[in-house]
């Protein structure tokens, strides 16, 4: 069950009669009370194969002949759910609403799961807590549990997160006897449980959503469940590891971190953090362990950083004083800010243009100096409009005057100038 979509309940047994052609079908006349079971076995047939309309005016008929209650329940019920699959809720609604007055042990229920629904959908969760109070005693422990669930969704749905405690507490119980519960049954706890412990994630309780998890888990092993757990389990290591990063822990009574936990927790930190989808956190995590005012705990952080950068080229023998790269600060920047595929894609369409460029004087065998010059300057120009463009510039300026003693032979502007 869910709040957007309902199980359409079946009207009619597992095995109906072939139905005959919708097109080709005689009129017929208003059938006996013993004719209807008939008929409602081969609407259903109708309605499975997709004849909606014939399958809707069959069910009308069997309703028409007034038959055993209990047949002209599922009748009510089978024109309900066609209806609804037509588009006409009004006529859906009150087909519901007939079958739901039958009182009828096992049409009834699911009449009143039907309607509710519906009219959940639709935007009226007050009148759909209605008719989840009459399903209450209309059914066994499983429509109960429906019953539940939705009364504990319409109280959210008006803003009683309090309200719906009850209610959320009874659809998540199970019966104390030792016979299994029923399928229907179970699903509404795996149900309620998932969409229960999604609200608690929500509201920032991960502990209640958890073991909100954990009655569902009881219940049947589903992969939803396990992954609201997991989500759990990330809130919980994401507070940890605030507890241990934040810039007021060294203020606080009892020891503070030391440098390696340190640089360990806001490594962790800003991962959970980019995983969650937060990376603009998690930048703020890592320049927080940057900036520490603990000198050894800003490097363990720093080192931590770091891990996944190659580290640089020695520069040669006779050059300058080795410089730090000059694309350092933009690896570190695209590891704290979890954006290092896109620096890594900005870095391959460069490659890609500047070799386009290159290539295709060369592939077409160009000899003019004049032709070969301007692919090469478009090259050259190719990265100036990212960010880091300028710093490539600058580093090859750089080199250039140390090659000529320290002579700055290139013209200011280089090279989109000069």
């Keep these: 069950m869910t709040t957007t979509s309902g199980r359409a309940a079946r009207s009619g047994p597992a095995e109906a009669p072939e139905a005959t052609d919708p097109e080709d079908a005689p009129e017929q006349e208003v059938p006996s009370g013993l004719d209807a079971a008939a008929l409602c076995d081969q609407a259903q047939d109708l309605a499975e194969n997709g004849h909606l309309k014939r399958s809707a005016k069959l069910y009308e008929q069997a309703v028409a002949a007034n038959p055993h209650p209990a047949v002209q329940a599922r009748a009510l019920l089978g024109l309900a759910v066609v209806q609804d699959r037509r588009g006409d809720a009004p006529a859906s609604r009150a087909a519901a609403r007939r079958a739901l007055a039958t009182g009828d042990s096992r049409y009834a229920p699911r009449a009143a799961y039907h309607l509710a629904l519906s009219l959940e959908q639709d935007g009226e969760p007050a009148e759909a807590a209605r008719v989840w109070e009459r399903l209450l005693d209309l059914g066994g422990p499983g429509y109960a549990a429906i019953a539940r669930y939705g009364l504990a969704r319409a109280a959210e749905a008006r803003g009683d997160s309090a309200g719906a405690q009850e209610d959320w507490e009874r659809a998540l119980t199970l019966p104390s006897g030792p016979e299994p519960i029923s399928r229907l049954h179970a699903e509404t706890v795996v149900e309620a449980s998932r969409d229960l412990a999604g609200r608690l994630l929500e509201r920032g309780m991960p502990g209640a959503a958890a073991a909100a998890v954990e009655r569902g888990l009881a219940v049947a092993d589903d992969p939803g469940l396990r992954l ?55 930048e703020r995590a890592w320049q927080a362990g940057l900036a520490d005012r603990d000198p050894e705990t800003a490097d363990a952080v720093r080192r931590r950083l ?9 520069e040669d023998e006779g050059s300058e004083e080795a410089a ?95």
């Design 228 to 282: 609201l757990r997991a989500a759990a389990h990330l809130e919980h290591a994401i507070g940890d590891l605030g507890a241990v990063v934040e810039p007021s822990g060294h203020d606080r009574e009892g020891p503070a971190a030391e440098p390696g936990v340190s640089g360990a927790a806001v490594e962790l930190l800003a991962g959970l953090l980019a995983l969650r989808g937060e990376p603009e956190a998690a």
């Design 306 to 314: 770091r891990r996944a950068i190659a580290p640089p080229a020695e």
């Design 324 to 418: 730090e790269p000059w694309w350092d600060r933009y690896l570190e920047e695209a590891v704290a800010t979890s954006s290092a595929p896109v620096l890594a894609g900005e870095l391959f369409a460069v490659v890609t243009q500047m070799h386009a460029l290159l290539a295709v004087p060369v592939a077409e065998g160009e000899s003019r100096p004049a032709v070969l010059r301007a692919a090469m300057e478009e090259a050259l120009r190719t990265p100036s409009q990212l960010v880091w463009g300028a710093d490539v510039h600058a580093d090859f300026r750089r080199r250039l005057r140390a090659a000529m003693g320290g002579e700055d032979v290139l013209p200011d502007g280089w090279p989109e100038q000069g």
